[in-house]
């Protein structure tokens, strides 16, 4: 295992266990079930996300001045850490601090876990499918026009076909991020709102970036 993969691995194992040990906390020890601590400030609630802001910073500084392995190693666990304790609040924050057991939440977990498992697992495929997605976005200027943006199922075909014919595993994958794609649609139907303005966002970015290359 290359060092990056094993940062990731770090990482992801640190995050499992921080997530999964706040949620059974809040479950089993908090008496308001909202994820609040045991240890006010005053009048104050310190919510636990705000120790993993504080995780993040560190690991964060550590990863910046430190070179060595064994400080990579334990900025990456304290980084996984910090990392699952924000999210397993995320939903709280995203509902106002109203309802901290949103399934939203899980949400961000699943997706979250989905990409340090694929840093892990499939991390030269990736590599090798973006240079070829660049590739085709170039060739079928899909970076111009908001409207060209929403092609997003024609790259996810472009992306079918640049898979190993034999790797029932990427296919899965593939199947698994469109249907859950499709769920989040249905679920939380402003997504698309989101999505056409980010279009737009984007597009007028690509002009800009034009503009100024050809100056």
């Not at 014919?165 to 709102?193: C, E, M, N, R």
């Amino acid at each position: 295992m290359n060092n990056k993969k094993e940062y990731s691995f770090l990482i992801f194992i640190s995050f499992l266990v921080s997530f999964t040990l706040a949620r059974v906390y809040v479950f089993f020890f908090s008496s308001w079930g909202t994820g609040r601590d045991f240890f006010p400030l005053e009048n104050y609630f310190i919510h636990h996300l705000y120790y993993g802001i504080g995780f993040l910073i560190v690991s964060g500084w550590l990863a910046i001045n430190y070179e060595e392995k064994r400080i990579k190693r334990f900025s990456s666990i304290v980084y996984g850490l910090g990392l699952g304790l924000f999210l397993d609040e995320i939903g709280l924050m995203l509902t106002h601090f109203e309802n901290y057991w949103d399934s939203i939440t899980y949400t961000f977990f699943s997706l979250t876990g989905l990409i340090f498992l694929n840093l892990i697992f499939f991390e030269d495929f990736w590599n090798e499918v973006g240079a070829d997605l660049k590739k085709y976005l170039e060739e079928k200027k899909i970076y111009y026009g908001p409207f060209n943006l929403m092609k997003i199922v024609d790259i996810l075909e472009v992306v079918n076909e640049k898979m190993p014919k034999s790797s029932k595993l990427a296919d899965i994958f593939l199947g698994v991020i469109l249907f859950v794609s499709g769920i989040l649609v249905l679920k939380y139907p402003s997504l698309i709102y989101y999505w056409v303005a980010g279009a737009f966002f984007l597009s007028a970015i690509s002009y800009f970036v034009k503009a100024v290359k050809e100056i």
